[in-house]
């Protein structure tokens, strides 16, 4: 990066605030800061530690990591284990049998509660299911499932009987579904009817029909789970029904214990061209991160805890921490069907009162929605039960992570603003809480036995106070073994571009303290008139004007500076009358006067809503194409598909 990279992310490192751990809950912490120093005097002892101490091992490993054939890794590979067995039997077997593993709650109001024994008894069920219809161990199964108990039993199931599962968020289209069902070759595909949305049936069977229409594909079996009781399609010899294949199988079922390196799952993700990424991960080096992260970046109290992570088991949070981190735990947790304005804009708050949570982990945009609909929603609920925050998904604005921490965690829970990505399989960079003094708007720390680093152009470290690309330079526990399929794109993609390190694609910032700043995908850091802008400062600036309640911003083509700012804003209620032109003006002018003249949009647009995928992304190579005048690109995986077209609409008036 050139030299005056980090002049124009200054506003976001001279955010000054930071929130001490109050000295109480630091005492008790479950992390402690001595972590770091066993961490960095042996990282390969330190792993090996926690990957005893979490896991329960059928074969104790003598090798903790294998690193002669970089950069495919073989953790604890002469060990073995099963997943299924850590997450659930020997928690049975510890006495801990009738602790609720899950409370679950459906969009409609209803609820069912699974303690560990009845967990792993479901468990057990499918796994023999599963084997009767010719699942074995190295196979691929499908779940195209909504939130629901089943889901988790699924994979669990999938993991006992040593098959890789790969998951397909609901919201994807067949097409998506069929891709990635060839792409691993999947023998079997678990689905449902459908599920809720917003208090109306919503159909999921129609689109695993639609994907298997040709019959040619490598499915054998579609096993479906009744949720919503709507009618559906049925191809005899293909199709059986949950309740008639896996609720009447014995429930008699031995664990096998698998090398560590057996695939656990693959997870499909987009990158930056072509078809989707199959991220392979495998065993014993996943769930000790996942373990290990869910207990000390979350402060984990199994025995009293009521933990919430409002992911969808579609994208990988809901693998780490839904499914494999909570449960490899012990942990106690709520797992939530629906949309949280159904049937009212408390819902979430309505839940954490009724469940007493007391660790919350969900996105900044989910935030950003709940502060838009205002704070008298949350006001009208007992939030008191919440200790923990946790925030995940893009750099968190630091006027929400200040929203977050008054409103809902009453300016008394720590907050852990957690990076990661699916190819790193657990949290890497994360403030441990009461360790760690917090700033708002940054992940700040590595974790114990994590070594992230932000390097220059060239590879070389950065100074503090620079910006620069977020790398990792030693191998890690949960990190990804390959790309399904593809070892050549594996190499290219993340560790061709930096000699010897994972190259992250997230640009970063480190600040006077050293502290790491995320500035978004480096494919979202413009460059205009030669200086580097980050959509997420800019993005960051508009939010804090009190009339705003979103923004996304692009950087689009422009023949004179490189790239223009354009920016994309969604206004508050109370701003919603405003003269539409007066305030994109003033708008400017506030970006110009927060950050610099340089970032000063070259047109802010004032929209009804932004275009997001159904787990809360801003779509923002779309508003790319409108802001370059080119012809919206594929939009399928669009929440609601027509909000393009009245913005590209507004955008050429
Ligand atoms: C990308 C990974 C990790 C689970 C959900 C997303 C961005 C993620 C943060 C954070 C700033 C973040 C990065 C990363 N990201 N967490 N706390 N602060 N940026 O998983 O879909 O694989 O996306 O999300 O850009 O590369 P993913």
Same mark, same amino acid.
């Given at each position: ?17 930071? #929130?001490?751990? @109050? ?9 402690? &800061? ?75 109001? $209803? ?57 397909? #968020? ?11 069902? @060839? ?30 229409? @040709? ?160 704070? @008298? ?75 992230? $680093? ?43 571009? #930096? ?100 970032? &000063? ?15 809360? &992304? ?5 508003? &790319? ?29």
């Amino acid at each position: 990066m050139s030299s005056d990279a980090s002049t124009p992310m200054d506003n976001l490192s001279h955010e000054d605030r930071s #929130f001490t751990p @109050d000295p109480a809950f630091a005492r008790d912490a479950v992390a402690q &800061k001595t972590l770091y120093a066993e961490a960095d005097a042996d990282r390969l002892a330190f792993w090996a530690e926690q990957a005893r101490e979490l896991l329960t091992w059928d074969t104790d490993f003598t090798q903790t990591l294998d690193w002669s054939n970089p950069p495919f890794a073989r953790w604890f590979g002469d060990g073995k284990l099963n997943a299924a067995y850590n997450a659930l039997d020997r928690h049975v077997e510890a006495g801990n049998g009738d602790r609720v593993a899950i409370h679950f709650e459906g969009e409609p109001g $209803d609820t069912r509660t699974y303690t560990y024994a009845q967990l792993t008894e479901e468990v057990k069920k499918a796994a023999n299911a599963f084997t009767a219809l010719g699942v074995a161990a190295g196979d691929r199964v499908a779940v195209y499932l909504p939130m629901i108990p089943e889901a988790v039993i699924t994979m669990l199931a999938c993991a006992r009987i040593g098959a890789a599962h790969s998951v397909v #968020f609901g919201g994807f289209s067949a097409d998506a579904l069929r891709s990635r069902i @060839d792409d691993a070759e999947a023998k079997l595909v678990v689905t449902a009817d459908g599920t809720w949305r917003r208090g109306k049936p919503s159909a999921l069977k129609p689109a695993v029909d639609a994907a298997l229409a @040709d019959g040619r594909s490598t499915v054998e079996t579609v096993v479906v789970v009744k949720r919503n009781g709507e009618p559906v399609d049925w191809t005899e010899g293909r199709d059986t029904w949950w309740s008639d294949t896996v609720e009447t199988a014995s429930a008699d079922h031995t664990a096998e214990a698998f090398e560590a390196e057996q695939p656990l799952y693959i997870l499909y993700t987009s990158g930056t061209t072509g078809k989707p990424k199959g991220i392979l991960h495998t065993t014993g080096g996943y769930l000790t991160q996942a373990a290990f992260t869910h207990r000390n970046v979350f402060d984990l109290r199994p025995e009293t805890d009521v933990y919430w992570c409002t992911a969808d088991i579609g994208w990988v949070t809901g693998h780490s921490y839904v499914v494999y981190g909570p449960l490899v735990n012990g942990a106690t947790q709520l797992i939530y069907e629906g949309t949280p304005d159904t049937p009212h804009q408390g819902r979430w708050w309505e839940l954490v009162q009724k469940y007493g949570v007391t660790i919350l982990y969900t996105a900044p945009t989910a935030i950003r929605t709940m502060m838009k609909w205002g704070e @008298d929603i949350p006001g009208g609920f007992d939030l008191s039960s919440l200790r923990v925050l946790g925030s995940v998904g893009e750099p968190i604005n630091p006027e929400a992570w200040m929203w977050y921490r008054r409103v809902i965690g009453g300016d008394r829970c720590p907050i852990v603003d957690t990076w990661w990505q699916t190819e790193t399989g657990a949290i890497m960079i994360s403030p441990l809480p009461g360790v760690t003094a917090t700033k708002p708007g940054s992940a700040q720390v590595p974790l114990p036995g994590i070594t992230a $680093d932000v390097v220059d152009d060239t590879g070389a470290p950065v100074g503090d106070g620079e910006a620069g690309y977020l790398v990792i330079r030693e191998p890690w526990p949960s990190m990804l073994r390959n790309i399904w399929g593809d070892p050549d794109r594996f190499v290219q993609t993340y560790w061709s571009r #930096f000699e010897g390190m994972y190259f992250a694609g997230d640009g970063a910032k480190k600040d006077d303290d050293g502290d790491v700043w995320l500035l978004g995908r480096v494919d979202d850091v413009m460059n205009v008139s030669g200086h580097r802008l980050s959509t997420a400062e800019i993005e960051s600036s508009l939010v804090g004007h009190p009339a705003v309640a979103e923004a996304a911003v692009v950087g689009a083509a422009d023949e004179t500076t490189g790239q223009a700012v354009i920016a994309f804003v969604i206004l508050r209620g109370s701003a919603a009358g405003e003269d539409k032109e007066t305030m994109s003006e003033t708008l400017r002018q506030h970006v110009g006067k927060d950050i610099g003249a340089i970032a &000063k949009p070259r047109k802010v647009l004032i929209v009804p809503e932004l275009p997001k995928t159904r787990s809360g &992304k801003i779509m923002r190579r779309l508003l &790319k194409d409108v802001a370059e005048g080119r012809e919206v690109g594929d939009a399928t995986t669009l929440a609601d598909g027509s909000v393009m077209n009245e913005i590209a609409a507004d955008f050429a008036k």
